[in-house]
């Protein structure tokens, strides 16, 4: 609502296109990739806005998966551009495999930016990940030791390398001499260091390839909505494992959520049209920290299978649980979501009853809230519905759906308080069923 106040006056929307926000309400791996890949040819551009190569990202295409790390989601649609925003951390490595790969398979590349802002993730970045990990031991957070934190801590700590410096190799060189200097301390433990010669070498060289692709991100992304340009912003992992507002101190290094669009993309909140929120049918969690929903070890292993929870980046098994209802409102509000769209329905067909954790309670049997989700001897509060036996991979409206899923879908939305507006019902791109 515009302000009545006399002194101020109305605003117009400056810009003619808008950005609308896709993300993981859940801890990561919510299938965000294949709802880019599916909503990515209506728009002209489509934007990841934080994250490293830490999170994978895949499709499905008839019996090829092609999985993503840090190009955006959108790289089976020609007519998207794609770009890789300030919010990120990339690796050279990374990038250059992840290029080839997409080339081989008939992708134009020429049509991927990277803003001069995005930091570098070197490989001494992933020798501290590793060795902090190690040092943790039982305390580890369950990193993929790909350096993404310690990049991130660069980035803060103002010792980062940007591609922007890509361009200038004498600021390059110092730039790379005074970061792997201030870390000296911290390297005589580690194993594996790189030497700084090695590192600039591989720099320059990496240079010469990726510098096509590097643009001035603000002005890429502001001139399209100026000039009437819808984007799409991707999100990468999930909003309980972001940095400020996640499971901390299990979470990732970087913003998650909505909010971490405008940072990591450079626009304004006014430009954001809408947010749409990406949860699974049920939980899942990779590595160490808090996970109220997660089921024994017999019942997880039964979702492991049937949903192929296995981690895009890593391999590892991702733990398992139902619906947690508890973080999906939290997670609405931190986002402030606009609609939902649930993946992986299909995988639940078989199992005689689906729970929902529509609460939590202290040990001494008191209402906790997600505050408390890593309390100790913090009970979950789970309330079951009846499973459906059908296949659901030919279903393509939600009225066709078997009567108990479509209950299920319902309760889901009354209990985030947030409507349901797709539903993917198999792996492959086109197995959504909509309303």
Not at 42 to 53: E, K, L, N, Q, S
Not at 204 to 216: E, G, I, S, Y
Not at 275 to 296: H, W
Request: glycine content about 12%; aromatic content about 6%.
């Amino acid at each position: 609502m515009a302000s009545s106040n006399p002194l101020l006056p109305q605003v117009e929307h400056r810009r003619a296109g808008s950005v609308d926000i896709v993300l993981g309400i859940q801890w990561g791996d919510e299938g965000k990739g294949r709802v880019v890949d599916l909503l990515a040819g209506d728009y002209a551009i489509v934007a990841r806005f934080g994250g490293g190569d830490n999170a994978g990202h895949s499709i499905e295409v008839g019996d090829r998966k092609l999985a993503l790390r840090i190009v955006p989601s959108g790289a089976l649609v020609p007519s998207a551009k794609l770009h890789i925003g300030a919010g990120t951390v990339v690796s050279l490595r990374g990038l250059i495999t992840e290029l080839d790969a997409l080339a081989a398979i008939g992708v134009d590349i020429s049509r991927i930016t990277i803003s001069d802002r995005a930091h570098i993730v070197f490989p001494f970045h992933a020798t501290l990940d590793q060795a902090a990990e190690r040092a943790r031991g039982g305390s580890a957070i369950g990193t993929t030791g790909r350096g993404i934190g310690p990049a991130y801590i660069d980035r803060v700590g103002r010792v980062g390398v940007t591609f922007g410096d890509l361009r200038t190799p004498a600021l390059l060189a110092e730039k790379i001499r005074l970061s792997m200097l201030a870390k000296a301390p911290l390297f005589a433990g580690a194993g594996d260091v790189p030497r700084e010669a090695d590192i600039l070498a591989e720099t320059l060289t990496a240079a010469d390839r990726l510098l096509p692709h590097v643009v001035d991100g603000v002005a890429y992304i502001n001139e399209a909505l100026e000039r009437g340009d819808d984007i799409l912003a991707e999100g990468a992992q999930g909003t309980l494992l972001d940095v400020t507002y996640g499971s901390y101190p299990y979470v990732t290094s970087s913003s998650t959520i909505a909010g971490g669009a405008c940072i990591g993309l450079g626009v304004g909140p006014g430009a954001v049209r809408s947010v749409t929120g990406i949860v699974k049918a049920y939980c899942t969690r990779v590595g160490s920290g808090p996970f109220p929903s997660e089921l024994s070890d017999v019942e997880a292993a039964r979702l492991r299978e049937a949903g192929r929870e296995f981690g895009v980046v890593t391999g590892r098994p991702r733990r398992c649980g139902w619906f947690d209802a508890v973080t999906a409102r939290y997670a609405a509000r931190v986002n402030g979501l606009d609609r939902l769209i649930v993946t992986k329905l299909d995988v639940l067909s078989g199992f005689e009853r689906v729970g929902i954790v529509t609460g939590y309670r202290h040990a001494d049997g008191s209402p906790a809230g997600v505050e408390a989700m890593g309390e100790p001897g913090l009970k979950p509060e789970i309330e079951y519905h009846p499973g459906w036996s059908e296949s659901l991979r030919e279903v393509r409206h939600v009225k066709n759906l078997p009567r108990d899923a479509r209950a299920y879908l319902d309760r889901l939305a009354n209990v985030t308080g947030v409507p349901v507006a797709l539903v993917s019902v198999g792996p492959e791109r086109t197995a959504f069923a909509a309303w």
